[in-house]
């Protein structure tokens, strides 16, 4: 969705009458202890009239402070402290450091907390940012809202209690790592038309609508890289039939790897890439999703899911939407279980508890499924189904081991060496869309259906 273009209403100073303030000697002449501070590197707040601890509110001060340290090309280092401020516009350079776990910048409300735009570096470590849970304007996107910046550097910070996005970023590029946000009313980081945003190593919890997004406006190269972060507890306010509630969403973005996440609890999908082509989702560690835990959907063009552990979900790994474009995929050493026949809305046809679905132009090797309900290994959908090959998979209590479309205009598939056993239904059904179609074809062979190799499967 296209951010509110607030070019005009930063250039005004945001409400803060900055024009009508009046401006202390340190301000407007030499500044106490700059020779000091030049010498070792940083600015200490203090000298530049900052309070740790005050009651009242210091967003003037602050502001003030901000500017200084841009025009000096020097960072800034708050003492431990709690600092209430509201309304604060980032200059080009901002580089605030503070004590981790006990320097907080607390959001005093009726506005903003950070924005900016056009910024040449926003580089914050060691800070605890509080929303207080208070509203933040319709202009706004996030406690930290960014745009156009060419490096961002967030490490070692906490987040808190956001009234939208904690974090949200548009054509930015840099890296957020090593951080702690929870609480967030809408999504923990939100970043669109990124510029290879590197997102590694931050927990992520209890947010209202998603964990990590990464998204853009058109389909586009992206290239970010989202890596061995923890995420849990991801509710879906806002509702919808995946929009909301995932733990990381890439949607219309371009060249994206997802590793080594550990991903629980999450309304919809631990992980859903949506329009999204060249994506790598490689191993993850996904529990207790409500609906996909592995989504590749839509408009894509080449996705691999690979070594990725599924436990607990409505359904396993889906990489579907041929009818919208989507094709080209690797699934393969996979170990999904425990799938369900409930989601969170009523599922359409044929329904919850699958383990892997695929429908075109995919491989689906040396996967392991087990306690799968409907289906193993769900191949094509109607006529939506082209250039499949299932080998070398194990398939352990499912309805039916391998589900594939019978219907007229249908693509070929192999199924061949997997080992299929403890099913209600059989190894290997044709199927109609969703209605059974023929007897077990692991047993009594394909050809009456030329469009399938059906061959050394161990079914029992």
Known sequence: MPYMNRRNFLKTGLGLGLAGSSVPAWAAGTLSGVSTTQMRG??????????????????????????????????????AGDYVVSNLKLPGHVRLSGVPGATRIIYGGDGHLFAGEDLDMFDLSGITIDGANHVLADYTYGLIDIRRARHIAIDNCQFKGSGKHAIALERSGGRIERSSISGAADAAIYSVEGGRLQISGNRISNCANGGI??????????GAIITNNR?????????????NGNGINIFRANNVIVSGNIVSGCAFSAIRANSASNVQISS???????????????????????????????????????????RLGVCSGNLVRNLKTEGPYRADAPGFGIGISVEADTSVTGNVIENAPLYGINIGWGEFMRNIVATGNVIRRAGEGVAVSVVEGSGSAVISDNVIVDTVHGAVIGHRWQERATGDLAQTGSDEYPHLTIERNLAS
């Open 284 to 326: 993850n560690n996904c529990s207790q999703s409500g609906e996909t835990a592995i989504y590749a959907e839509f408009a894509f063009d080449g996705a691999v899911i690979n070594s990725n552990i599924i436990d607990g979900a409505a359904n396993g790994v889906s990489i579907v939407n041929f009818n919208n474009g989507g």
């Open 231 to 243: 995420i849990e507890t991801i509710s879906a306010r806002n509702g919808g039939t995946g929009q």
């Open 213 to 222: 997004l990464v998204h853009r406006w058109q389909i586009a190269d992206d």
């Open 42 to 79: 940083t600015i200490d707040a203090t000298e530049l009239g900052i309070r740790p601890g005050a009651y009242d509110n210091q967003s003037k001060a602050f502001n003030r402070m901000l500017r200084k340290a841009d025009d000096l090309k020097l960072p800034v280092h708050l003492p």
